[in-house]
Nanobody, 128 residues
Framework: EVQLVESGGGLVQAGGSLRLSCAAS????????IGWFRQAPGKELEGVSC????????YYSRSVKGRSTISSDNKKNTVYLQMTALKPEDTAVYYC?????????????????????WGQGTQVTVSS
């Protein structure tokens, strides 16, 4: 059974940093693309970043590019999303998702319909 568990969310002041973690189990990690999504209250789910564990290709949405870094530790089956210079508009529930067939490239976007497995989410709240 594939399981994804996010952690690292919390309350932080604007300008601060957080590192979100997505721990995966029940899958051969190297075969998977891991995506990060977020959903703010009253808004649609937004894909913000992804990493292809096969070739380390990454993607960032315009909303987080330059402020976030996605990385993967294949020994720990964990993907990280380091977020800096946080803004109140970054407040959302952050989800990680996994699939072997998703497309992740610097010039792509992150599409929720490409991911079969999802975590339960972690809340990020940025105060002004």
């Amino acid at each position: 059974e594939v399981q994804l568990v996010e952690s690292g969310g919390g309350l932080v002041q604007a300008g601060g940093s957080l590192r979100l973690s997505c721990a995966a189990s029940g899958l051969f990690f190297d075969d998977y693309i891991i995506g990060w999504f977020r959903q703010a209250p009253g808004k649609e789910l937004e894909g913000v970043s992804c990493i292809d564990n096969a070739d380390n290709e990454t993607y960032y949405s315009r909303s987080v590019k330059g402020r976030s870094t996605i990385s993967s530790d294949n020994k720990k089956n964990t993907v990280y999303l380091q977020m800096t210079a946080l803004k109140p508009e970054d407040t959302a529930v952050y989800y990680c998702a996994a699939d072997t067939s998703a497309y992740c490239s610097i010039d792509s976007n992150v599409r929720e319909d490409e991911y079969a497995f999802w975590g339960q989410g972690t809340q990020v709240t940025v105060s002004s």
